[in-house]
């Protein structure tokens, strides 16, 4: 992957030999830490040396261990998906589990504080001390990013601390913090050398008995600010007469750095000179890279000599191949580059491009570019970046850039200007976009004389490309469907017949605007041509996306055999592939889904499982939702209405929307067990905030809901005894199954047909109520439709045994009536065996959880946080923390999201134990 | 931020330490002088206020200890 996280920044330096012991400072930082420990000083005071050698002699804490996961931040780090993808990926790698989900959350464009909220739950009941520690906060801190330290800060469990160095104080509650005794601080007047600590320094590395009064002199020159001693020892290596050299730079006045770094470059050999200044334009510096810059070799083994001589180098790895000049050093190298070599930098820059390039780093490659001026060059680079930053998803880099080109280099530049399009509009960035697409369309008139093309591939595309975009304008800003159609229509028939990928994205995009209209059939069509080009492509994981698009059609349409078809044939193209492709975990829960509906529970269970045992590299980032929401159906199945109720609670909270209107909206599924169990004042606030009322106009998009509304009506009357309620709901179902009878959706029709029943039954006309069950169960079964009915509980059982009094010869319906009858109805006591196994063996576990560990598990189904999880069960949050680690252990999980998924599936969070 | 309405505002940064004249290029061409009270003087348009953040965010980065900021009259002949 070209654009994988740069490696160098989670390196943690190691305490270098040869440092100053600097007891007082340990003693500030203590061994017991608080929220937040600020290291807040200019350039040059030893802060990141600090914080290593602290962090190395930390000792292990009571309970765990302590980890530390460390970044080195930079300029690049200061928009939101960057920075927490660096800081999330830093504290998987610290504790493996805490934060891969809150990384596929962040990737699928969940904001900051969703997946923090997903983190945290993770961090809170972590065994283990977790130091955060973020260097260089100054290059990173921007608006973007703040809010969600402070989040992040507010909200610290306290095993994890938040180490915070930087050049200006942060944008924090800090005087929040100090009053609650929540901050230790280190700051320049801290970190300065004391005299003590200075002649120690100035004899290790020096090699020289300084005599006191030189030390003073230096000390009160530089004010024991540790950069400038460090480069006063450089100059005074191999001094034959030291203190003549400390007079003269104590009766200077120019500025410190300036000075001594004038004296050391003077002192070096030519080719160190050049070395040094022809490399200060460099961020990050290897052997191969710096003889590119440079024109000339041997760099590898410079660098190595320079950080032996301690010449302000500092490496990035252990393996001696990436380094770093400290930064203070780096400015002046630069000042007296750009004071001395004008003409040469902006050849630096177009080498260090060239060579980043070559290594497929783009991003250098093109800031260098840039940099040197060279905006043509630049242009070239972002142009042949595109497709594959596209790829890992990585657009809003592409959107940067196309605020850093100058509009006239995109005046005859299809490619770029259309890929720079696809970058703004995958962050959302609409403002402008419509004058860019013009623009292209405009370019597309000219001789292609005219045009600059680098990646020829790509212009051919450029067409269908432009009406994409405009499609997708018109369905996103525009919010006009009919619009949506022509433009993707249009780009499908400007697309190349062999342009499979295109003319797959135009169908898709065709059939999504069908799709919000309610025309099921049109959208249905349209995904299969899609799914058709996905697979011609080649693009299997998109293939796998589309399915479950299609697969939710074919559900609503009720044919649960296509669905299972679909899903079926695009897990055996994935299992072509390779094992666990991403997507394949989707699949299962596609399939869970129409076994559950056929009442297939065995099947469906080993379905989910089969989607957990995949992992999360074979998961799209709507598995998390989706599954649970699978689970939540057979949970409700099983009987275990409250297991329904928190799994769809979590199903809420790793929420992941996409392109596809969101017909099953899980908070009105939430809402359906609500009312279920009779928390109808809970189900009646999710209707007042969906706005929902019987005597809306009715829309496909928000059928699902009306049915829930009619659901919860019937629940009023059976629980409250509102007959205003009954009409209310009588009068909405009517209506809802017209409407679903004209749109051809068979699925909803049947559902609101047996709604149909129960509210003439409760109205207390049971033979009525048996005329639109029994054209329900015609309606359900050709495609063996059984969950429908049977969540319904004792009333439909009821219902089916009269109807089965009427119709004694239909098989599928003394089917209905005997699964009614089995253990698995909602609210049957009858605890008769069936041939439906509904709970998976108890007995997986080799080391079965104490009664203890199974009471801290249930509150880690919760949304309970580690210290409320304590105050619950009148523990230290220490107790907690240790039963948590076992529960892990014992489940062979290291996450508290996957200790619960898999408590589910071993049945450990039925209520019966509890 | 412009309060002239017609071009940049031009500022004066007072520094300690003394800067040499090679610093010019570095602070984008603002003129670089010294005094023989051992400070610095850095004078010259800046283009706005996040300009001359970025301007005082070199200057941290070097450093060197601010004296003073303060916005002046337009000099004629820059």
């Known amino acids: ?914 | 931020m412009n309060t002239s309405g017609t071009g940049e505002d031009w500022y004066e940064i007072h520094l300690r330490g003394r800067l040499d004249q090679r610093w010019t290029t570095w602070f984008d061409g603002m003129t670089v002088s010294t005094d023989a009270d051992g400070t610095t003087l850095i004078r010259g348009p800046v283009a706005d206020q996040a300009a001359l953040h970025g301007l005082l965010a070199r200057l941290r980065d070097l450093g060197l200890p601010l004296l003073s900021v303060t916005q002046v009259p337009e000099e004629a002949s820059a």
């Open chain 1, 1 to 914: 992957m070209p654009l994988a996280l740069v490696e160098t920044k989670f390196f943690h330096p190691r305490p270098r030999h040869g440092m100053v012991p600097r007891p007082r400072l340990d003693q500030v930082l203590g061994t017991r830490q608080t929220r937040l420990t600020l290291v807040s000083a200019p350039a040059g005071f030893g802060k990141t040396t600090l914080l290593a050698a602290w962090l190395a002699g930390a000792a292990d804490t009571e309970v765990g261990t302590r980890r530390i996961a460390w970044v080195s931040l930079d300029e690049s780090d200061t928009g939101a998906v960057a920075f927490w993808s660096y800081v999330l990926t830093a504290l998987e790698r610290a504790a493996p589990g805490v934060g891969a989900e809150g990384l596929d959350l962040l990737e699928s464009g969940q904001p900051v504080e969703t997946v923090l909220a997903t983190v945290l739950n993770e961090l809170s009941v972590l065994p283990d001390d977790v130091d955060l520690v973020l260097d260089d906060y100054h290059l990173a801190e921007s608006p973007e990013i703040q809010p969600g330290v402070a989040f992040l800060l507010e909200h610290l469990p306290p095993q994890v601390h938040l180490v915070i160095s930087t050049r200006a104080d942060p944008a924090l509650p800090l005087a929040r913090l100090r009053a609650r005794g929540e901050l230790t601080e280190v700051r320049a007047g801290d970190l300065r050398f004391t005299n003590e600590e200075a002649t120690t320094y100035l004899a290790d590395a020096t090699g020289l008995e300084l005599d006191a009064r030189d030390v003073e002199a230096l000390e009160a020159r530089t004010e024991g600010w540790i950069a400038s001693l460090q480069l006063a020892a450089i100059s005074l290596r191999d001094r034959d007469d030291p203190s003549r050299f400390i007079a003269g730079f104590a009766g200077d006045d120019r500025y410190v750095v300036d000075y001594l770094v004038e004296e050391v470059l003077d002192r070096q050999p030519e080719e160190v000179r050049d070395f040094l200044l022809g490399t200060a334009i460099l961020e990050r510096l290897t052997g191969p890279l710096c003889d590119a810059v440079t024109e000339t070799s041997g760099s590898g083994q410079m660098l190595e000599s320079l950080e032996r001589r301690n010449l302000f180098v500092v490496p990035l790895d252990d393996q001696r191949r990436w380094y770093r000049y400290h930064h203070l050093f780096a400015d002046v190298l630069r000042a007296h580059l750009l004071g001395e070599h004008t003409d040469r930098v902006a050849g630096l820059h177009r080498r260090a491009s060239a060579w980043f390039h070559e290594s497929g780093e783009p991003l250098d490659a093109v800031r260098h570019a840039l940099a040197a001026g060279d905006v043509a060059r630049a242009a070239d680079l972002v142009e042949l970046a595109i497709p594959a930053l596209r790829v890992v998803r990585r657009e809003a880099v592409i959107a940067s850039w196309a605020e850093a080109l100058p509009d006239d280099v995109l005046r005859n530049r299809p490619v770029l200007a259309i890929g720079l399009v696809g970058g703004l509009m995958s962050g959302n960035q609409f403002a402008g976009v419509a004058e860019r697409l013009d623009d292209v369309e405009r370019q597309l008139g000219l001789p292609e004389a005219e045009l600059v093309i680098v990646d020829r591939g790509e212009f051919a595309r450029v067409p269908a490309a432009l009406e994409m975009y405009r499609a997708a304008l018109a369905l996103n800003i525009a919010g006009d469907p009919a619009a949506t159609i022509a433009h993707a229509e249009r780009a499908f028939d400007r697309a190349a017949e062999d342009d499979h990928l295109v003319r797959a994205a135009a169908s898709a995009l065709s059939g999504l605007a069908s799709w919000t209209l309610g025309d099921l059939d049109a959208a249905h069509d349209r995904y299969l041509v899609a799914l058709a080009g996905l697979e011609q492509a080649g693009h299997i994981a998109d293939v796998l996306g589309c399915t479950i698009a299609v697969g939710d059609f074919a559900t609503t349409q009720g044919r649960l055999g296509d669905a299972q078809r679909t899903f079926e044939r695009s897990l055996e193209l994935a299992e072509k592939e390779g094992p666990a492709l991403r997507g394949s975990a989707d699949m299962h829960v596609g399939l869970s889904e129409v076994a559950r509906a056929r009442n297939d529970l065995e099947a469906a269970a080993a379905h989910l499982r089969r989607s957990e045992e995949l992992g999360e590299e074979a998961e799209l980032p709507q598995n998390p939702y989706r599954s649970r929401v699978a689970a939540a159906g057979l949970a409700r199945a099983a009987g275990d209405l409250d297991g329904a109720l928190s799994l769809l609670e979590e199903a809420v909270r790793v929420y992941v929307g996409d392109y596809s209107p969101d017909v099953r909206p899980v908070p009105a599924q939430l809402a359906r067990v609500q009312a279920a169990i009779g928390d109808l004042a809970t189900a009646r606030e999710w209707a007042r905030s969906r706005g929902v009322s019987a005597s809306d106009e009715l829309t496909y998009l928000r059928e699902y809901e009306h049915v829930t509304l009619a659901r919860l009506h019937l629940a009023e009357h059976a629980l409250e005894g509102s007959e205003p309620a009954l009409r209310e709901a009588t009068g909405l179902l009517e209506r809802l199954a017209e409407a679903a009878e004209a749109g051809g959706r068979i699925g909803p029709l049947i559902e609101v047909l047996g709604l149909q029943a129960l509210a003439q039954q409760a109205g207390g006309d049971q033979p009525g109520a048996l005329d639109p069950l029994e054209r329900a169960l015609a309606l359900a079964e050709p495609e063996g439709h059984v969950r429908v009915f049977l969540d319904e509980g004792d009333p439909m059982a009821g219902l089916l045994g009269a109807l089965a009094g009427r119709r004694p010869e239909w098989g599928y319906l003394r089917d209905l009536v005997e699964a009614a009858h089995g253990p698995s109805t909602t609210t049957s006591p009858s605890p008769a065996k069936t041939a439906i196994p509904v709970d998976p063996p108890r007995l997986a576990l080799v080391d079965p959880l104490s009664e203890r560990e199974l009471v801290v598990l249930r509150l880690l189904a919760t949304d309970l946080d580690g210290p409320s999880i304590a105050r619950e069960l009148v523990v230290s949050l220490n107790t907690v923390r240790t039963h948590t680690k076992h529960v892990y252990t014992k489940l062979g999980v290291n996450n508290r999201r996957s200790a619960v998924t898999k408590a589910h599936q071993l049945g450990l969070l039925n209520r019966s134990g509890g």
